[in-house]
């Protein structure tokens, strides 16, 4: 606090108007300051609710960012599910069709194995027989006529084994 030096009438004019001068310069000094300080507030309060906006926006990418990478996952571990159960599938119809195929072959093998014993069978009958004729021919005498009547039994015989009539 400023003393201020006694005069006839009060305190001294030029020391109270210097004062007063001091501080009207000092208010305005402060005035200036706080306008410019309320301007900055303003300018900074801006600059927070743009920096907050810019928060919130970049808060909802995270979150949508979030949202799709778990989406991603999740379709690509279905995608991956759903090929596997295709190559399942597809695994199993082949071991199938395989085992089908397979079974095919067996049947169609001992059928063949049957047919060749079958004709093994009737080809040895044939034989046999023939043979027998041979031994008849070379053991009988026989009159030229009955050689050719026995001739066309054995070709008679043959036909008859021959398509299993």
Known sequence: MEKFSYEAN??????VNQFISDVITQTEGIITRCKAQNKEIEKLKAELEHYKMLEDT???????A?????NIKRMAREESELIV??????ASRIVNEALLKAEKIENNAEILEKNMKIFKRKLKLIMEQQMAVVEEIEVLELDPRWSSFLFKEWCYEVRIYKWGS
């Open 10 to 15: 009060g305190y001294n004019r030029v020391e």
């Open 58 to 64: 970049l808060k909802v990418a995270i979150i949508k």
């Open 66 to 70: 979030e949202e799709t990478g778990d």
């Open 85 to 90: 159960t295709d190559a399942k599938h597809n």
